[in-house]
């Protein structure tokens, strides 16, 4: 969605689409209809079985093949912010109901922000987020950045990476993030955040030792998603050049990945006449 939509010169904002499916498509992106993995690209919902779309093997990856990630979007400029629109009709990627989505972007001062709102004709499960792809530092090595992240718990993963269902303490474990400390290695996890989902919180703070930059990231949801780009190699065009090996890390809040897969995880249900909604900001000095 950050390069894929119409009304607004693509060029000048990071290349032409080819360039960006060449590369890695999630970068900038809002993710949806449900970003992360869903298990077996199924889910159950009323009693009745949902049979998804797969693009990660047998499971779903951010809402399947033709996801809001590669798709055009509606753009508006509002003032100072940007509004973007689009309409996802019944049945897309397997998903019940049609659903019309907005991510709307304002920059005011230090603080960058974006609300993303859902609603849907019928009951379906949503979950959506920025996969923006984040690095502070001059010298493009993402471990050498610290981090903190305000959760006392994370998911652990399959070797499939996909979510075991446990919510584990990160105390004695190397996810253990509550103290400001260097990434020093790869990551593909969501954390658990302190705090009631639906209000404002402090999530993460990322920080450049040698330049002195840092960054909160805010959000109203209960998971902080971070990735360490593992996938990245220079075969991949990004917009200062290849994308290398552990050059940035995605920070994604959102809900649970396979939150439709697991009941003790928080619901990702959506049902008419209710809106879905996410509010990130970045906030720098």
Sequence with gaps: MAVLFDGIDA??????????????????????????????????????????????????????????????????????????????????????????????????????????????????????????????????????????????????????LLPSGEIRKVEGTRWDFRKLRKVAEPYDNCWALDGKRGEMKRGLVLCDPASGRRMEVWTTECGMQMYTALHWNETMPGKGGPLRQYQAIAIEPQNFPDAPTHANFPSAVLRQGEAYRNRIEWRFS
Excluded at 17 to 40: P, S
Aim: charged fraction near 25%.
């Design 11 to 160: 060029v000048r904002c990071g290349g032409t689409d080819a360039d960006i499916m060449a590369g890695d498509w999630t970068a900038g992106a809002v993710c949806g209809r449900f970003a992360g993995r869903i298990t077996k690209a199924r889910f159950a919902l009323d009693g009745v079985e949902h049979k998804l779309v797969p693009n990660f093997g047998e499971h779903q990856l951010h809402g399947g093949p033709d996801n809001f990630g590669v798709r055009h979007w509606k753009a508006e400029r509002q003032g100072d912010t940007i509004r973007f629109s689009i309409s996802s009709p019944d049945g897309d990627q397997g998903f019940p109901g049609a659903v019309d989505a907005t991510a709307k972007y304002a920059l005011r001062g230090n603080v960058l922000s974006l609300d993303i709102e859902a609603r849907t004709t019928k009951p379906t499960v949503i979950n959506m987020t920025s996969h923006a792809y984040w690095n502070l530092s001059d010298n493009g090595n993402a471990f050498d950045h610290e981090m903190q992240i305000d959760g006392d718990a994370y998911l652990p993963l399959s070797e499939e």
